[in-house]
């Protein structure tokens, strides 16, 4: 228990003191997951609006698909990113392995099916209602475009929170395709991992705090923006 | 707006819902469709109201098929009306919005339309939280709201209590009488059948009846 303990004080020294490269490191893992978030979202809502909206062929084979790879293994995803981009791989030419380019591509993968089947979960559900009462009012289609993703905003956001918790979280695939090397690709879950097993619990601990710290900031605001914006 | 409807036949997949039917709603008339669950009625509206296409025929409005003018001049009303997620008043300003009319022009006909269907006391409210009949009225505020020429109700006092029944009944026909809108009504209830239409429209086996 000694060690725990004094991990836990190491860890507090770490994050109160500013320590510059756990500090870094938690920058760059932000940074990181809010673009490859962002990219997933870009990706993501137009095609989860328009699947959950539209009747089309194989639309339950394809719902299956959609939640199967919500649930895509992340060492898989990293195996597959980094098959494409090693130098035999088909990408290889474009030295993007190890760098933190990979890494988005890796978040990306993972985190795109989980907005994409959020929001093709909820606009399955209500978006065809909603879209035809904006249409019955007289609404031209941007219009009820913007109805449509007002209206949809608490599940769209749900989505964006879940994709961005999911990717900052990710430890597997960005391994793999990122190398977790110092001062280039090495975020907060790597870095955890790598303490880990050198047996540096206090910088484990600082790094498992702030993830901690971020989860909750995270569902706080979730539960607060639902809370005053009732499904 | 006189809507033509002609030769009018719609099918999902196999399952045949209308077959070959004609028929004409008159501007400023007010018609009662009634026949038994499944009959092709809501599907009938939606077709009228744009929401769906038919499979063969027409439907022309005063003589045009459907366009993005004349879909502003219509209205629809779901048998569950959906409340967006803002107050009372916002859902029955959404419709001037989208037009681009301002609210302080509107100001006192929104007002006067809340007060006519005992909502202003819930114009602050969140929708999504009246009760049944009192998301009916809004709905139906919101629906009559921009004037339009023809107002289309899928059962709109379905679960409703007397009272709201009664406010519907009586908005309806001042409407009837001050704005000349064809109006188009779904419902189960005979009395209103009898004493308040123009003319009953029964719909059964895929085909419709005047009656």
Known sequence: ?231 | MNVMIGQLTKKYKDHLILDNITIQLKAGGFYGFKGSNGAGKSTLFRIIAGLERPTCGTVTYDGEKLNSTILKRITYMHQKPYMMKTSVEENILYPLKIRGLGYEIYRQKVKDIMFELDLYKLRTQLATQLSGGEMQKVALARALIFEPEILLMDEPTAHVDKQTVQAIETMLLKRKCQDHMMTAVITHDEDQLVNLFEQVIQVENHCVFYV
Do not use: C
């Not at chain 1, 490859?36 to 989860?48: A, K, R």
């Not at chain 1, 199967?68 to 195996?79: D, E, R, S, W, Y």
């Open chain 1, 1 to 231: 228990m000694d060690y725990i303990l004094e991990g836990f004080q190491e860890a507090l020294k770490l994050i109160i003191g500013f320590d510059r490269e756990v500090y870094r490191i938690i920058g760059f893992s932000i940074l990181i997951s809010m673009f490859s978030t962002l990219v997933s979202i870009i990706l993501g809502i137009p095609i989860g609006l328009i699947s959950g909206l539209k009747d089309f062929h194989f639309k339950k084979a394809y719902s299956r698909i959609i939640y199967t790879m919500m649930g895509l293994p992340p060492v898989v995803v990293g195996l597959l990113v980094a098959l494409l981009l090693s130098r035999r791989g088909p990408l290889g030419h474009l030295e993007m392995m190890y760098t933190p380019t990979a890494m988005i591509i890796a978040q990306t993968v993972l985190v795109t099916p989980i907005i994409i089947g959020n929001i093709f979960n909820h606009t399955k559900e209500h978006g065809k209602m909603i879209y035809e009462v904006s249409k019955t009012m007289g609404a031209n289609p941007w219009q009820r475009l913007f109805f449509l993703i007002n209206e949809l905003r608490v599940a769209l956001f749900i989505a964006m929170a879940s994709g961005f918790g999911r990717a900052v979280s990710e430890v597997g695939a960005i391994m793999i395709v990122g190398g977790n090397i110092k001062g280039h690709t090495r975020v907060m879950t790597t870095y955890i991992a790598m303490n880990n097993s050198m047996g540096n619990y206090g910088s484990s601990i600082a790094m498992g705090i702030v993830l901690l710290i971020i989860s909750f900031v995270l569902n706080a605001l979730m539960y607060k923006y639902i809370e005053g914006d009732a499904i």
